[in-house]
């Protein structure tokens, strides 16, 4: 049976100072991206991602563009090289999504980049207009995290907003909400929980007027139809089938759960065998631990980690 392979890209919480230095270093192709993504931004991002400072970096506004130009470089040198075999899907956590749909070629480089830019713009001014947090819960399962949900909100806003792997699930609404979940967690049977170090509340209603915004910019960009590389989505765990779903996608992840791990489980399902991390950090790779241990999971966030891939070819 023939491999059958999928690429996955990280999304905002991977970023770290230094990230694609060594690629642009090294590599032309990889060099030729952040350059053109500096242009395309209007300051020197590439600067910021190997430089910082650390709170620069890890800013939304920033951290998105970042992580998106830093995943395409990395990919674009494998492909250059011929250091890993094409994809048959791709898959990207939240902000990683939009680096799926280019490496998909369903969005331009540009398109994406500036998208993400909106993005991390919108979601920004949403934070600051609201009072919002982030909570990840350890050792619950979906059941018993929504009860507590239901309890710490008192009537406020909380809910799931990320299930990343069995056991980790993010929830977000308001800080006082996400305050008293702290607390309660224990009760519950939660082993920890971890107030993020985010602006606000993602994946929540909070996020709406951002929601707007993106849509605005959705309809001024060009997205294509998905081609033979299929791409999965993260508000529903299913394929693009159109254009027009890969923006409502977008637009529904702002304000709704990134379902990482049932997606992770449909690709297994339909035969996955292989997976290349291709981006900063190994965020997604300990996931997949998580979820099945036995996956064939390749990262590829330095250059040390594409001459290992070389040497082994």
């Avoid at 991602?49 to 830093?70: H, M, R, W, Y």
């Avoid at 993010?170 to 170090?197: F, H, N, P, W």
Wanted: glycine share 10%; aromatic share 6%.
């Amino acid at each position: 049976m023939a491999e059958k392979i999928a690429y996955i890209f990280p999304g905002q919480g991977a970023q770290v100072v230094g990230m694609g230095k060594d690629f642009y270093d090294a590599e032309p192709a990889a060099k030729q991206f952040f350059d053109k993504a500096n242009k395309i931004v209007g300051y020197d991002l590439a600067k910021i991602c190997f430089e910082g400072p650390e709170d620069k970096l890890n800013s939304t506004t920033i951290s998105q563009p970042a992580i998106f130009v830093t995943s395409v470089a990395i990919l674009e040198v494998l492909k250059v090289k011929g250091l890993i075999k094409p994809a048959n899907v791709m898959a990207g956590l939240s902000l990683g999504e939009y680096t799926a749909l280019y490496a998909a070629g369903v969005i331009s480089f540009e398109d994406g980049l500036k998208l993400v830019q909106k993005r991390g713009q919108a979601m920004q001014a949403a934070a600051d207009a609201s009072k919002g947090s982030m909570v990840s819960v350890i050792g619950l399962e979906q059941p018993a995290v929504e009860k507590l949900c239901i309890e710490a909100a008192q009537g406020q806003l909380l809910n799931c907003a990320n299930f990343n792997c069995p056991g980790q699930i993010v929830i977000t609404g308001d800080v006082d909400a996400c305050k008293r979940s702290l607390a309660l967690a224990e009760k519950y049977g939660a082993m920890k929980a971890i107030e993020l170090k985010v602006a606000g509340a993602f994946h929540s209603a909070m996020m709406a007027p951002a929601a707007e915004e993106l849509k605005k910019a959705l309809g001024q960009s060009k997205i294509g139809n998905p081609g033979s590389i299929a791409v999965i989505a993260n508000v529903d765990g299913e394929y693009y089938k159109t254009k027009e779903q890969i923006s409502e996608g977008l637009v529904r992840q702002l304000t709704g759960a990134v379902l990482w791990q049932k997606c992770m489980e449909r690709l297994l399902a339909d035969g996955v065998t292989k997976f290349y991390e291709i981006g900063p950090n190994k965020v997604l790779m300990g996931l997949m631990r998580r979820i099945n241990r036995k996956v064939n999971v390749v990262n590829i966030s330095s250059v040390a980690g594409l001459n290992e891939l070389s040497g082994g070819k």
